[in-house]
């Protein structure tokens, strides 16, 4: 049974911090490419960071960068999603995707999102 869990969300204050995780279980969590994305009310979902290769490269949506990282822990299971100087234009409900890719099928697995709010 597959199951992608995010924890971390909640009310922070603008330029406060969070630390988001997606801790994950039943597929073979090494082998897939992680990302957050995030949705805010009346918007599309978009991406906000992301792993593009398994060798660690990173790519982060123009809005967040040099503020968000995204991190992963293999042992765990888990990625994460380091969130400084937050603003309240990144409220919104943030989601965990695995993604892996043979010749023949794309699978995707998503989190059920957690919940970040920033203001004062």
């Known amino acids: 049974q597959v199951q992608l869990v995010e924890s971390g969300g909640g009310l922070v204050q603008p330029g406060g911090s969070l630390r988001l995780a997606c801790a994950t279980s039943g597929f073979p969590f090494s082998t897939y490419l992680m990302s957050w994305y995030r949705q805010a009310p009346g918007k599309e979902r978009e991406l906000v960071a992301a792993f593009t290769t398994l060798g660690g490269s990173t790519s982060y949506v123009d809005s967040v960068k040099g503020r968000f990282t995204i991190s992963r822990d293999n042992a765990k299971n888990t990625v994460y999603l380091q969130m400084n100087s937050l603003k309240p234009e990144d409220t919104a409900v943030y989601y965990c995707?695995?993604?892996?890719?043979?010749?023949?099928?794309?699978?995707?697995?998503w989190g059920q999102g957690t919940q970040v709010t920033v203001s004062s």
């Open positions: 995707k695995a993604r892996a890719r043979t010749l023949l099928k794309v699978t995707e697995y």
